[in-house]
């Protein structure tokens, strides 16, 4: 694939230092990352493009569920980074979603006018384990198979473009657009885009960079935790499998002669209460309990206990 020319970002070969602000205050940190093989290079720039094309409906489930709107994602075009030519939603705040490779990272850019909601600038506990979750199951299908994440973040920034600038991307730095759509109608125009680009060079998942000026932060301000990624998933090729549940309303032993007696119209009473829960079963084990429900005109199990153990008095034969 042939890309455009691009204006090519140059870094310093010593540390930059760098205006950082974490959720909690600002400070002023050094940003370098470890001497270490690159992971990313010219030849990766096609099977990047592949991957990110054939995970979109993965990466849109992800998106749709950290900020509970139904997201559908289509590839755009790709080319290459150029500063210079950012479009201009990029040039404001939004999220910095950050996967680190080796000594490189690949980042997806995700500006305010997405809309992103008020609560991102300032996440509750549950709301910044939504946006690490984002980073989490991003970073198993935005790279290929043959890279492996080390580490992830979600980055709240006060300028995307700056802080992709600050993190030095390579000269040939690849890019590819991300088409949002809202809902499932496939003749409507995006409502936004997002940006995925790869590599920076020089990646900083300890800090949000912003244009602030510097201002050192007291040493009681706590500092979010890096969450290092998880080896890839070995059940993830299981997890599209089919699997038959059932559920048990009761059951009992009978004699013979009670089971060759049986018509219609005939009542058979069992040692259970209407109240008591029912039991679901995969592969004849019993995996969690809940209560029968309707949802419209077809039954449903509520469940309330899950990894129920069976009565170990089943397991007793009589003798």
């Excluded at 970002?9 to 990352?33: H, I, M, Q, Y």
Aim: charged fraction near 20%; charge should be negative.
């Amino acid at each position: 694939m042939d890309f455009p020319k691009s204006t090519p970002n140059c870094a310093d070969d010593e540390a930059k230092v760098t205006t950082v602000r974490f959720l909690s205050g600002v400070r002023t940190a050094t940003s370098l990352s470890e001497a270490r093989m690159p992971a990313f290079t010219e030849e990766t720039i096609e099977s990047i493009l592949s991957t990110c094309g054939g995970n979109t409906a993965a990466l849109a489930e992800s998106l749709s569920q950290c900020f509970d709107r139904p997201y559908r994602l289509e590839a755009g075009d790709s080319g290459m980074w150029s500063t210079d030519d950012v479009p201009g939603e990029f040039r404001g705040p939004g999220i910095l979603a950050l996967i680190q490779v080796e000594s490189q990272a690949i980042a997806v850019l995700i500006p305010q006018s997405l809309p992103l909601p008020d609560w991102y600038l300032h996440p509750n506990d549950s709301q910044t384990s939504r946006l690490e979750t984002l980073a989490m199951e991003w970073s198993m299908n935005l790279i290929p198979a043959t890279l492996e994440a080390e580490k992830f973040k979600s980055l709240v920034v006060d300028d995307i473009a700056a802080a992709v600038t600050s993190m030095a991307p390579a000269e040939w730095a690849a890019t590819l657009t991300l088409n949002v759509f809202e809902g499932a109608d496939a003749s409507e125009s995006p409502v936004a885009k997002l940006l995925v680009i790869w590599p920076l060079e020089q990646p900083n998942l300890e800090a949000i960079v912003t244009v602030d000026p510097v201002v050192a932060v007291p040493q009681s301000v706590p500092v979010p935790p890096i969450m290092t990624a998880p080896a890839r998933d070995p059940l993830a090729r299981l997890r599209h499998l089919s699997i038959e549940v059932s559920v048990r309303l009761a059951e009992k032993k009978i004699p013979m002669s009670q089971l060759l007696g049986i018509t219609p119209g005939m009542l058979i009473t069992f040692n259970k209460s209407c109240d008591d829960l029912l039991d679901l079963y995969v592969n004849n084990s019993r995996y969690c309990r809940g209560e029968a429900v309707k949802i419209g005109e077809n039954f449903g199990l509520k469940i309330n206990q899950v990894g129920v153990a069976d009565d170990p008095q089943r397991k007793v034969i009589d003798a």
